[in-house]
């Protein structure tokens, strides 16, 4: 008995093998399509969390922006030009906080860590309208890069030397009546 058993399991195991083989395959494939549906999800939930941290770093800027100019130096607001040298050393650190303020936003989205869309409709055009606007910001700029300033990131004095050329492009500031 024995051994009629054991000739009907070596006739019979084949095609168990085979189907045992076939079912793991099925449930290999299964298992690949389940892990690369994990990974979609896992790439979409980081890349939904690293637009949140742009978001996030462009409002951090917009605050810290909005409370530098609420305290923009009169000298600068009334449109002043000339003699930047010699002008308050309060306003000269102003001039150097916009402009550190600048190279960090540049930086931020040359590692693409603020949105883009912030970038080229918001910041980028508002530095040339500064720049158009207050021209002591041209010369609290040029004297600070006298000064061996805003070397970083290494990209960041072309930068505004295009910010500049592309300011006087804009119409300029209409001066109130006295």
């Given at each position: 008995m024995l051994n009629s058993m054991l000739q009907w399991l070596k006739k019979s195991s084949k095609p168990y093998a085979e189907w045992a083989t076939f079912l793991g395959f099925i449930a290999a494939c299964i298992g690949i399509f389940m892990a690369?549906?994990?990974l979609r999800t896992a790439n979409a939930q980081l890349e939904q969390a690293n637009d949140q941290r742009r978001w996030q770093n462009y409002n951090e800027l917009n605050i810290r922006y909005a409370q530098l100019y609420e305290n923009i130096p009169k000298d600068i607001a009334s449109g002043c030009t000339g003699g930047f040298a010699n002008i308050e050393p309060d306003t000269k650190r102003?001039?150097?906080?916009?402009?550190?303020?600048?190279?960090?936003e540049y930086w931020l989205f040359l590692n693409d860590l603020i949105?883009?869309?912030m970038w080229t409709h918001r910041i980028h055009g508002g530095v040339r309208v500064n720049l158009n606007n207050y021209p002591a910001l041209v010369e609290g700029y040029r004297y600070w890069k006298e000064q061996g300033a805003f070397t970083h990131p290494v990209e960041f004095q072309p930068e505004v030397e295009r910010a500049i050329v592309d300011a006087k492009q804009l119409p300029q500031k209409s001066q109130a009546a006295p």
């Open positions: 690369y549906g994990q102003w001039v150097r906080q916009y402009f550190d303020l600048y190279s960090e949105p883009k869309e």
